[in-house]
């Protein structure tokens, strides 16, 4: 899902893989229509990005923010053990795809607005390795990749966000997690709305506190 506040009309666009797949997003736009817009993307494939910036083309944006994370089928594996097959596709969904949909659509994002990336820190870190999650840990490719991107992008006003949202009790994190999403969500939209305005690159959690390179 990559949501983005609307600068013109108040609206928020969210973008999912499936158009077959009903999600809590559905029903937020049911809730709220008029403000609430779906598009289907997968962001591994480069047409159906290029085909969603053309829709978008004339749209602008106060906050572009990207959401992608998969693991290999088998979490357990040690490094060498992950099928090729497997670690290429989670560096694309993990690492290529998201800094993709970033370049793609920066441009909509309005000059004082917000670019971020989900990404992770200490404490899925600390899960990861409970969980030999090894493949999983290359989530700091991405990271470096939006390091690079900042550094060509030195001269904008964008603020730049990677978001650890923490360990959520999600299917990705698993049952263990500290937090709910009701309780991390929110956090998260409120220091992404904070850092609006602050132009360069920042790497914090849920709480607004610095996270670790």
């Given at each position: 899902?990559?949501?983005?506040?609307?600068?013109?009309?108040?609206?928020?666009?969210?973008?999912?893989?499936?158009?077959?797949?009903?999600?809590?997003?559905?029903?937020?736009?049911?809730?709220?229509?008029?403000?609430?817009?779906?598009?289907?993307?997968?962001?591994?494939?480069?047409?159906?990005?290029?085909?969603?910036?053309?829709?978008?083309?004339?749209?602008?944006?106060?906050?572009?923010?990207?959401?992608?994370?998969?693991?290999?089928?088998d979490?357990?594996?040690?490094?060498?053990?992950?099928?090729?097959?497997d670690?290429?596709?989670?560096?694309?969904?993990?690492?290529?795809?998201p800094?993709?949909?970033?370049?793609?659509?920066?441009?909509?994002?309005?000059?004082?607005?917000?670019?971020?990336?989900?990404?992770?820190?200490?404490?899925?870190?600390?899960?990861?390795?409970?969980?030999?999650?090894?493949?999983s840990?290359?989530?700091?490719?991405?990271?470096?990749?939006?390091?690079?991107?900042?550094?060509?992008?030195?001269?904008?006003a964008?603020?730049?966000?990677?978001?650890?949202?923490?360990?959520?009790?999600?299917?990705?994190?698993?049952?263990?997690?500290?937090?709910?999403i009701?309780?991390?969500?929110?956090?998260?939209?409120?220091?992404?709305?904070s850092?609006?305005?602050?132009?360069?690159?920042?790497?914090?959690?849920y709480?607004?506190?610095?996270?670790?390179?």
């Open positions: 899902m990559l949501p983005g506040a609307s600068a013109s009309a108040g609206a928020c666009t969210g973008r999912i893989r499936s158009s077959a797949t009903r999600t809590k997003l559905h029903e937020l736009a049911d809730a709220h229509p008029g403000r609430v817009e779906i598009e289907t993307l997968d962001i591994r494939e480069q047409d159906q990005l290029a085909a969603l910036a053309t829709r978008l083309a004339q749209r602008r944006f106060d906050i572009l923010f990207v959401n992608a994370d998969i693991t290999n089928p979490p357990t594996q040690t490094i060498g053990e992950v099928s090729t097959e670690f290429v596709e989670v560096m694309i969904v993990n690492a290529l795809s800094m993709r949909v970033v370049e793609t659509l920066a441009p909509n994002v309005t000059v004082e607005g917000l670019v971020g990336v989900m990404s992770s820190g200490r404490q899925r870190r600390q899960q990861r390795k409970r969980t030999a999650r090894a493949l840990r290359q989530q700091g490719d991405a990271q470096q990749f939006m390091l690079s991107y900042a550094a060509r992008e030195a001269a904008s964008r603020a730049l966000v990677l978001m650890a949202p923490g360990w959520v009790r999600t299917e990705l994190g698993g049952p263990e997690g500290r937090l709910s009701e309780e991390s969500v929110p956090s998260l939209v409120g220091v992404l709305l850092k609006q305005g602050t132009p360069g690159l920042q790497y914090v959690d709480l607004g506190r610095t996270v670790p390179w």
